[in-house]
């Protein structure tokens, strides 16, 4: 069960990764104005905004990283729920105010890794 959890926790973190590069560097690309649906102007405006919410996904997945790779079993445990927590709060509440699909592309990954951790724990 230890594996599925990991393996879970890894593909969040890595979602995460992948949506740093949206955010940061993509955000005014075809790429990053079709993942948000942005019109050019829209992307140009917000370019800021949005680099500063890719640095949060890269905290994020750096912090569910971490957890991965600290070598005291325990405290990989707390990290895993701490930092997958963070993201399913994230996928909440920006599923309920900016976007539904947030719920499913942020909030349900991260609450079956949840489930997964706790139930390996």
Avoid at 3 to 18: K, T
Avoid at 63 to 89: E, M, N, R, S, T
Avoid at 97 to 104: D, E, G, L, P
Wanted: glycine share 10%.
């Amino acid at each position: 069960m230890s594996v599925i959890a990991n393996s879970l926790v890894a593909l969040v973190a890595l979602e995460h990764i992948y949506i740093l590069v949206l955010e940061m560097f993509l955000w005014t690309k075809p790429r990053g104005r079709k993942a948000f649906g942005l019109t050019p102007e829209r992307a140009e405006a917000t370019k800021v905004m949005a680099a500063n919410q890719g640095l949060y996904n890269g905290f994020l997945a750096a912090g569910l990283l971490w957890a991965l790779v600290h070598p005291d079993a325990g405290v990989a445990y707390q990290l895993k729920l701490f930092f997958i927590g963070c993201v399913l709060v994230a996928g909440l509440y920006g599923g309920a105010t900016a976007s539904r699909k947030i719920f499913v592309i942020q909030a349900l990954p991260a609450a079956i890794a949840l489930i997964f951790v706790l139930i390996a724990g």
